[in-house]
């Protein structure tokens, strides 16, 4: 197990560096001058020159890779252009307020998500089955800038129950979580129901049944229980996908999170702020994903024993 634990530790070193390397190089080929950026437009040649010096621009592309590199094991990715602040010390200030929305719509997914595959999975091809599927269909097929756009039109313009934007209480909660989790949910819910329907045919559940095992106990001891693997590992990959979709959401309530940080400093091409973000975000995922990895070894003892039965 110790063995299994740190090959994924490395795989996650190996992922944030492929982050650092990608945005190193995305930076270099983006538009525009990083050191026009920080002079500004009505700039000398010799102050542009001097802010290049200062940035290390005029160094060999591999001298700054390698300082790219050192700074970024040591979270410094110097000053943001427009916040006049450290720009990870930016990025962590609306972390929070990512986390919270992202936290909120997981668990919201995944306790509407779960009992609507449940239900769907037990019988197959009913009228209810096609009922579920036909709404988390339409759930996943939906945009969330679309979704956004619509709630604040009636919960705020033409209801006024619900704040339109901006972070507050929980009322402000409502909105933003709602429709970032209505993708997730429907994931959630396509996945247990093809899992649980799965697991209601094979030969243990018809034997548990033949013995006559309460209906209950059939389902959370012997289905839900072989039915969860599967679900974890879509959980786990879905809420990396979840903090990418956040950007959008983000953006539409103006919510004071990462997302709508990122959009701005990509605007303002705050070169630092983006590199940070991009890593903080992959770091988030990999140590997800990790998380993930862990809970499996623990639902799945075959995994522990390296396959074996």
Same mark, same amino acid.
């Given at each position: 197990?110790?063995?299994?634990?740190?090959?994924?530790?490395?795989?996650?070193?190996?992922?944030?560096?492929?982050?650092?390397?990608?945005?190193?190089?995305?930076?270099?080929?983006?538009?525009?001058?990083?050191?026009?950026?920080?002079?500004?437009? &009505?700039?000398?040649?010799?102050?542009?020159?001097?802010?290049?010096?200062?940035?290390?621009?005029?160094?060999?592309? @591999?001298?700054?890779?390698?300082?790219?590199? !050192?700074?970024?094991?040591?979270?410094?990715?110097?000053?943001?252009? !427009?916040? /006049?602040?450290?720009?990870?010390?930016?990025?962590?200030?609306? !972390?929070? $307020?990512?986390?919270?929305?992202?936290?909120?719509?997981? %668990?919201?997914?995944?306790?509407?998500?779960?009992?609507?595959?449940?239900?769907?999975?037990?019988?197959?091809?009913?009228?209810?089955?096609?009922?579920? &599927? &036909?709404?988390?269909?339409?759930?996943?097929?939906?945009?969330?800038?679309?979704?956004?756009?619509?709630?604040?039109?009636?919960?705020?313009?033409?209801?006024?129950?619900?704040?339109?934007?901006?972070?507050?209480?929980?009322?402000?909660?409502?909105l933003p979580v709602v429709t970032l989790a209505m993708p997730f949910t429907? @994931?959630?819910?396509?996945?247990?129901?093809?899992?649980?329907?799965?697991?209601?045919?094979? /030969?243990?559940?018809q034997t548990a049944r033949s013995k006559g095992i309460p209906e209950r106990?059939?389902?959370?001891?012997? @289905?839900l229980g072989n039915s969860l693997l599967p679900v974890v590992t879509v959980?786990?990959?879905?809420?990396?996908?979840?903090?990418?979709?956040?950007?959008?959401?983000?953006?539409?309530? /103006?919510?004071?999170?990462?997302?709508?940080?990122?959009?701005?400093?990509?605007?303002?091409?705050?070169?630092?702020?983006?590199?940070?973000? $991009?890593?903080?975000?992959?770091?988030?995922? %990999?140590?997800?994903?990790?998380?993930?990895?862990?809970?499996?070894?623990?639902?799945?003892?075959?995994?522990? !024993?390296?396959?074996?039965?």
């Amino acid at each position: 197990m110790f063995r299994q634990i740190a090959k994924r530790l490395a795989i996650g070193v190996l992922v944030l560096w492929g982050a650092v390397t990608l945005m190193f190089l995305l930076v270099r080929v983006a538009p525009g001058d990083p050191a026009a950026v920080l002079v500004g437009a &009505s700039a000398t040649p010799a102050e542009l020159a001097a802010a290049r010096q200062t940035l290390g621009l005029n160094d060999p592309l @591999i001298v700054q890779y390698l300082h790219y590199v !050192t700074s970024a094991a040591h979270l410094n990715f110097g000053y943001s252009t !427009t916040l /006049s602040e450290p720009a990870m010390t930016a990025v962590l200030g609306h !972390t929070a $307020a990512t986390l919270q929305l992202v936290l909120c719509a997981t %668990v919201l997914a995944i306790v509407v998500g779960l009992p609507l595959g449940t239900v769907a999975g037990q019988r197959p091809g009913t009228r209810r089955d096609r009922l579920i &599927s &036909s709404l988390t269909l339409g759930l996943q097929s939906i945009p969330n800038f679309w979704v956004g756009i619509m709630f604040i039109l009636l919960f705020a313009g033409t209801w006024r129950m619900l704040p339109s934007a901006g972070a507050g209480g929980l009322n402000h909660l409502v909105l933003p979580v709602v429709t970032l989790a209505m993708p997730f949910t429907a @994931i959630v819910a396509r996945l247990t129901r093809s899992a649980v329907a799965a697991s209601t045919a094979d /030969s243990y559940v018809q034997t548990a049944r033949s013995k006559g095992i309460p209906e209950r106990r059939v389902l959370f001891g012997h @289905i839900l229980g072989n039915s969860l693997l599967p679900v974890v590992t879509v959980v786990g990959l879905q809420i990396g996908a979840l903090i990418g979709g956040d950007v959008v959401v983000e953006n539409v309530y /103006s919510w004071p999170g990462i997302g709508s940080l990122l959009v701005s400093a990509v605007n303002n091409r705050d070169y630092n702020v983006v590199q940070a973000a $991009a890593l903080l975000i992959a770091g988030i995922v %990999v140590v997800l994903n990790l998380g993930v990895d862990l809970l499996y070894l623990r639902l799945d003892p075959r995994i522990r !024993t390296g396959g074996r039965a």
